[in-house]
């Protein structure tokens, strides 16, 4: 979950959350979030355990230019589920030279 424009690619704010149980059994291991436009793709990788309570982050992010943000939620029984949102940045951030 991300604004679909953001005036700032400085400070771009995104949540993210995963249907699970969070039990000993069933739980969500890690959520990734990818921005593949920016010079470093991976922009933050977070791990999760049950003692989390739930499967939810917020945090903000640099995005380099209007793209898909990718999250990535890696489970207990070892698959992957994925989502994503687009986002249009009026002022680009990450710019390099």
């Not at 791990?47 to 939620?73: C, F, H, K, M, W």
């Amino acid at each position: 979950d991300t604004p679909p424009l953001a005036d700032n690619g400085h400070s771009v704010q995104v949540r993210v959350r995963v249907d699970s149980p969070m039990t000993q059994a069933e739980h969500v291991r890690s959520i990734t979030l990818v921005a593949e436009r920016n010079p470093r793709p991976i922009v933050a990788k977070f791990s999760l355990t049950p003692g989390a309570g739930r499967a939810e982050i917020v945090t903000r992010i640099r995005l380099a230019d209007n793209q898909e943000v990718l999250a990535l939620a890696e489970l207990s029984d070892g698959t992957f589920w994925s989502g994503s949102a687009s986002v249009v940045v009026t002022e680009l951030a990450c710019l390099e030279g």
